[in-house]
Structures are given as structure tokens and as C-alpha cells.
């Protein structure tokens, strides 16, 4: 089996970015940098026009390892194991290419059609003469079970020739997006469910700094329960990079609605009191947006009509990236970057205990505003002990098998 040690790192958004294009491929090597530091092996991260290269130094490294992590990282379009001869001589390029072909693929059938791009053009010969002469070398040799087919071919053999010769022929999928941070940063409310987690992810990926704010109401809720977001956090950070998590203790603010206010507005006066704590956690940190993983008619809280009250509190923008997924598709997501098992774990979450029997649906707004007036000699007190009292824990990816 052929032992790759590089990798070729395509972007695609990232490429049409104008004159603020640097910003986001340092970006994007310094994540890649950051995103490869536990992983065995010593790798130098740079870039190129157009692309970037990940290159393992001496010594052993830990392939799978490192792809998987390249996997990971926001901005990342394709990744090609790519190998690298240190020549720009076309002969040896050519042995090259053809001993690469006999390793990486040993005894599998396929057709092929080979991509050759010079930077060199002083060359001997041009792009389509090189591409000609290593398929019939590929032929030659391999003809017995490989082909060629131009037109819809199973694998491409691209070799690009510039101050060495750039050899691959796989391409794996990335996450795609944008690098983290080149968008700005935001605050997401972070509940023990599937949804936010995912909604986390999705901000991420558009290349969103995350940073989330839990809302526990011990003793009615555990240890084990905000344990729990912790690691949702941890999970998350697997992709959005290291998250602040502002843990608030809600419990005097939700023991005083639910003595004071009617209860079928329990949840939504709740909502927006989390939405209001962490808007102000949010300026505190210079984000410039709220996320919630919210879903059009999920609950009760969730109708349009319970959004437009929520929603009231808050002067940020509030992004909801799930806004109009079902419940299935958000499952799909959570699945698939591994946060699923841990939301489906059964711990209390504070808006399920202190909840109605029968919710209001379709909440007026001047009735909401005007019942959570009966709040008014205690709240102040209360949400200033709720902001002051915060505990910001530091949530690192946490490390998978
Ligand atoms: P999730 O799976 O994200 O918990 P959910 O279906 O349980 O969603 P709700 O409990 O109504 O929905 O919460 C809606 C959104 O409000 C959540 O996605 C989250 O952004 C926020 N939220 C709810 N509870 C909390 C909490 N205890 N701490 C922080 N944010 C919360
Ligand atoms: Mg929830």
C-alpha cells in the first residue's frame, strides 16, 4: 500500500473572496495547523496560490488520524493525499507517477484519465504531451487491468508540475464552509437537546466563532445534567473549535415566574429571559448575534407566535439555523457529527420542570409584556445575581475514538 505523507487542501469559497482573500486562507492554515497538533506526526502547514498543502516532516505519522481531522476543519472542500517528488525533472516524474500508480493501487481495475498541469512553461513539453506520455507509461505496464477513458473516467492521475512534482488521485469530501471565525462570533443557547448542538455546528461551518450559554436550575436540575452540556459543548468544539461555555443559574428567576406569572406563559416568559441574559452575555463578549436551535412548531414554545414574543427581548439578530428542518433531518446532522448519543441521554433540562400542562400556543405579546410586569419588584435583583453569578467553563474538542 502506497504510505501518503501530504496532503493537497482545496477551498472553494474561500478562493472568491477579493482582496480579503488572505485573511481567510491564514485562517484556515493556522486551523488546519491547530486541528493536526494532537495527531502523531510533525506536520508544516502552507499555502500556495489557490491551495493549501499539509506536509508530514520525518518520522512516523498517523494517517487516518490526520485525514480524519482534515475532515473536521470548517473550509476545507476537498482533501487529496497527494505525494510529492522533490524533482522538476520530467523523467523522473515520470518513473514516479508510474511506480505511484502500482502502489496505491495493486491490483484493482479501473479507468483512468491522467491530468497534467505545468507552472513551468519552459518545459519541453506541454500539458496535454506530459498527460499523453504517463498514460501510455500507465498502460504499458498496468494495461491488463487498467484503462483509459477520457470522458468519464473512475479516477483521475492529476500531476502538477511546479517546484516539485504534485502526484494524487484520490479526492476526499470535507466539511466545506468557511474557516472559523472569518464571519464574527456568536452566542448559542445551549440546551441538553439534539437541536442547539446542531444549530451550533451549522453557524460554525459558515465560518461563525461559537460561544454558548447554558441556563441550569439546580437543585431541580443535576450535576450530571449540566455534565451533559458540557460534553455537548466538548462534542461541538470537535468542529467549531474551543467553545466558552457561560453556565447561568436560572433557578431564583424561574422559582419567581412561576409564583408570579400565569403558568400556561411559563416557557415563553422563561425563553425570554434566556434570550435576555444572553444577549447581554453576548455583548459582554463582542458577539454579534444569538443562535437557538429552534424549529418552527417543534413545541409550543416554538409557533411563530411564541417566536415574535421571544424574539421581542432581544436587539441582536437571532440566527436559527434549523428554523425550518424537521426533526429528522436535525437528528440526520446530530448523527452524523456524533452529538446524538449524548442529547438523547435522559437528564432533566430546566424548561421541562418548571413546565404547564397546557401551554399557550399563540401568546400575545402585549399580554406576555404586560404579566411579566408582576415581576417587577424582585426581577432586577434576581437577573443581576443570575448575570454576576455566571461560571464560564473552557469546553475543548473532546477526543473520540
Ligand atoms: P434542544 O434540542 O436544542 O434542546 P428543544 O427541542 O428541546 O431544543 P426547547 O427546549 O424549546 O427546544 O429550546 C429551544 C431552544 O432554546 C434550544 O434549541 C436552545 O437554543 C434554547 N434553550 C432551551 N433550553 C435551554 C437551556 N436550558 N439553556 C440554554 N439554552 C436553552
Ligand atoms: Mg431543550
Known sequence: MFEYRAFLIKYAEIGVKGKNRYLFEDALVGQIANALKKIEGDYKVYKQPGRVFVEAGKGSIDYEGALDALKRVMGVLHICPIYIVDSTDLDKAYEEVVNYIG?????????FKVMAKRSNKKMPKTSPEISADIGGLILEKYGDRLSVDVKNPDKF???ELRDKAYIYSETIKGEGGLPIGTAGKAMCLLSGGIDSPVAAYMMARRGVKVEAVYFHAPPYTSERAKQKVVDLARLTARYAGNIKLYVVNFTDIQLAIYEKCPHDELTIIMRRYMMKIAED???????????????????????????????AVC???????????????????SQRIGTFETSILPFEDCCTIFVAEHPVTKPLLAKIEKDEKKLDDVIDELYKKAVDSVEIINCEPMEVE
Open 103 to 111: 502502489e496505491c493501487y495493486p491490483t484493482e481495475s479501473f479507468t
Open 157 to 159: 492521475i492529476t500531476i
Open 281 to 311: 452575555l453576548a455583548l459582554k463578549d463582542e458577539c454579534v448575534g444569538l443562535v437557538t436551535g429552534e424549529s418552527i412548531g417543534q413545541v409550543a414554545s416554538q409557533t411563530m407566535q411564541s417566536l415574535l414574543s421571544t424574539n
Open 315 to 333: 436587539s441582536l439578530p437571532v440566527y436559527r439555523p434549523v428554523i425550518c428542518f424537521d426533526k429528522q433531518d436535525i437528528i440526520n446532522i
